[in-house]
């Protein structure tokens, strides 16, 4: 079930990951940049970075744990 790795996100995260999967920010190649992130999101592209840094932790730490 996707529902509890998207409860360990802040709002503001959710946000973020949406904005970079809708923009193609994951896609082979990028559709996107973190700096056009940033434009879209009104952020500057090093919290765009933070953020995308944080979620993918957050993400990849929530997956890892459930199999152990």
Avoid: C, F
Wanted: hydrophobic letters at 40%.
């Amino acid at each position: 079930s996707v529902s509890p790795l998207l409860v360990s996100l802040t709002e503001r995260q959710q946000e973020v990951l949406a904005t970079a999967v809708s923009h193609g920010y994951y896609n082979m190649p990028r559709e996107t940049t973190q700096a056009e992130l940033a434009t879209e999101l009104d952020l500057s592209s090093g919290t765009v970075a933070d953020h995308l840094r944080r979620i993918e932790n957050k993400l990849a730490s929530t997956v890892a744990n459930s199999w152990v």
